[in-house]
């Protein structure tokens, strides 16, 4: 009985592990990312180009404008520019890019709408941050292109990432209590 009590307790425990905002936060979610990525090659060579996260979708659990619940999923997309890393090549998925990321989510509050850069590293699995999204991703079949014959074109996109908002809060807001 006593240990189902703990695992219950530990488990009941950890939607507040990790998501919690820091004292400046005005929120804090985990989220998840999933579409479908397009890499368009330079004329000149496969090394450099454009990337394109269209059409996507992130979904995340926590709050904003500290105490806004998020409601469920929302549109994601995302554009920019990628440059290959030495030894590897773009269309082979080792690369460093930029850009930018623009995605909404409902909120009990409104909709939330935000467009901000971003900067990325791809080695295998990959590294984004903008100013409110951090996170991990990969690109995963199925693929369009194979690395050897012909380079990768289109792929999916799957992300995991933490939102953390470190926005003045507005003094006249309501704050339930």
């Known amino acids: 009985m006593k240990r189902t009590l703990r695992w ?3 488990l009941a425990s950890l939607p507040l592990v990790g998501f919690v905002p820091a004292a400046d ?7 998840s990312i999933t579409g479908t990525i397009t890499f ?8 450099d180009g454009v990337w394109t996260i269209d059409p996507a979708v992130i979904s995340c659990q926590g709050l904003f404008n500290g105490y806004e619940r998020i409601l469920g999923p929302g ?5 920019g520019s990628y440059t290959a890393l030495p030894g590897g090549s773009g269309p082979c ?6 850009g930018k990321f623009d995605y909404t989510f409902p909120t009990t509050g409104a909709d939330v709408h935000l467009v901000e850069p971003n900067e990325y590293t791809l080695a295998g699995v990959g590294a984004f941050t903008s100013p409110s999204l951090k996170g991990t991703f990969e690109i995963t079949p199925p ?3 194979d690395c050897v014959t012909k380079p990768i074109t289109r792929a999916l996109f799957v992300a ?6 470190f926005v003045p809060p507005d003094p006249n807001r ?3 209590g």
């Open 40 to 47: 368009v090659h330079s004329a000149n060579t496969t090394a």
């Open 160 to 165: 995991e990432a933490t939102l953390i908002r």
């Open 25 to 31: 936060a005005t929120g804090a979610a985990a989220c």
């Open 93 to 98: 998925l080792r690369n460093v890019g930029s």
């Open 75 to 79: 549109k994601f997309s995302g554009t």
């Open 8 to 10: 219950a307790m530990a």
């Open 143 to 145: 693929y369009e292109g």
């Open 174 to 176: 309501y704050i339930p």
